[in-house]
């Protein structure tokens, strides 16, 4: 509430400046000069001195292309009021609309009405990134998947359409900054400049296996959680959910967890072959990469030799059951689960294109690793936790940094927000996510539970696959994936990059026909 008060005190002075650079303008066009103080009304009026529509009012207070629909505003001001060079608009841009003060109290011109506007590559430009920017906040975001985490359910290289209205649609927690800078420059934003989480109703909520995209919460480079790395998982525990792994499979309230019929869990194994593997034949048969996917056995690592006579052992990180079968047809090959020791506490490692993320199993108390974990109550909203030594590392990120609570332990002695207690109601929900790549995830096991306000949304298609971008794989493209549905439940991906294909060309030789004819028409004028 507090942040909105800001917010609200900050229009309401932003709304005086613009009464007060503006209402001799106002006068001169014809104008009640009172009316450049009527909140919302004057930016009406405004739309209706420029000739603009009037549904561009919501544009002016929609976060993100708020501050690009304000520079055509002030250009198109001036304009109106016979300042058509780029001086003046450059003027109106670099002052954030202040050169209006100029205008209305030194020069005072009368009103032209807007010049006539042609089409330009600027204005073509500027429709295609406000369209793209609305499109990107508010409904559908693009994503690549740097990592092989959700292998082979998802790839690396896997650019995704990730849809976000059904569950409800996050307002942005930074509302002034570029568009896409999270593509180029993550800092290109006003920090200052924040909102409180707000979510506009949807009409599904999130249920146990879906594939989920939501924001790292154990980002420490980046505050605002709406500019942490976007990254994906299934969702395995919902909010009141007892999560636990025993030998590496997942158990959820105390039974065994059952995947979609699309998923494709995957673990590590110990291969023991008489014979050398061919890095060419395993790339070819099962899309698996020396020194990424699979190695030579670390000699004497957990009491195992690299070799053993004529057999030599190999680590493979991730195997799904139907690749051990087909590797096993071969006499000369024999699989073995292999598991982190129970109670070895682990710390891991995950590599990517740009970095490196490590953590330790969490909560950082206990003796819990990603083939031994749990078991872990996902805390859901109203519940009331104990506080003791036994229960602090369950809920001390969450207190703390998820849910803004000042937060100090003194011996036995905790307070919150300066207060002595022994417990803590939880104010939100959380979700305990999993890779399907068992061994080569860093999600909730490292992380903890995801707090709902990181949620983003749920993946809907596969629109293309660069898998050479991100890997040294000798496929640059895996072009069956394509245009394939995600999170569907059907094995049997189908993919429709054909029927995209031919849909392109058939607009692409429609839109160039029109043009042809228009402009034909024109010259006959």
Known sequence: MEILLYWLIGFLLYNLIYGASTWQLYKNAGRNPLHAFIPFYNFWIGLELIQRPKWWIILLFTPIVAPIMWAVYWVDFARSFGKQTWTH???????????????????????????????????????????????????????????????????????????????????????????????????????????????????????????????????????????????????????????????????????????????????????????????????????????????????????????????????????????????ETNPNIKATRFFTPKEVKETQSFHNSSKVDSANSFPIDRNWNQDYYGSYYVPKKGDVVKLDKSTIELYRRIIRDFEHNELKVVGDKYYINGQETNQYTIQQNYYFMSGDNRNQSLDSRFFGPVPEDHI?????????????VFEPAPKKFIWERFMTSINNDNPDKTSYRYYVLALLIAFFTWDYFRVKKKKEKEKNN
């Open 89 to 327: 608009a450059i003027l109106m841009i670099v002052t954030l609309g202040l050169y209006a003060f100029y205008l209305n109290y030194v020069e005072k011109p009368d009103y032209e009405g807007p010049e006539e506007r042609k089409g330009t590559f600027i204005a073509s430009l500027l429709f295609a990134v406000v369209l793209a920017t609305l499109v990107h906040t508010w409904f559908i975001q693009p994503m690549v998947v740097p990592t092989g985490s959700m292998e082979n359910t998802i790839k690396i290289g896997d650019a995704l359409f990730v849809e976000k209205v059904s569950l409800g649609v996050r307002v942005p927690f930074t509302p002034i900054g570029i568009p896409f800078s999270e593509f180029i420059n993550r800092n290109a934003y006003v920090d200052k400049a924040r909102m409180p989480y707000m979510r506009l109703p949807g009409w599904s909520s999130l249920k146990s296996n879906d594939i989920v995209v939501f924001n790292y919460p154990a980002d420490s480079l980046y505050d605002a959680i709406d500019r942490r790395d976007a990254y994906v998982k299934r969702l395995v525990g919902m909010p009141g959910d007892s999560v636990k792994f025993d030998h590496g499979d997942l158990f959820v309230n105390g039974k065994p967890f059952v995947g979609k019929k699309d998923a494709i869990i995957q673990n590590r194994y110990r291969i023991n072959s008489k014979n050398i593997l061919s890095p060419e034949l395993l790339y070819q048969d099962y899309g698996l990469l020396q020194n990424v996917d699979y190695r030579f056995w670390p000699d004497g690592y957990m009491g195992v030799p690299a070799r053993e006579g004529e057999t030599y052992n190999y680590m493979f990180m991730a195997l799904s059951p139907e690749m051990v079968k087909r590797l």
């Open 456 to 468: 983003i949304g749920r993946p809907i298609l596969v629109w293309a696959n660069m898998n050479g």
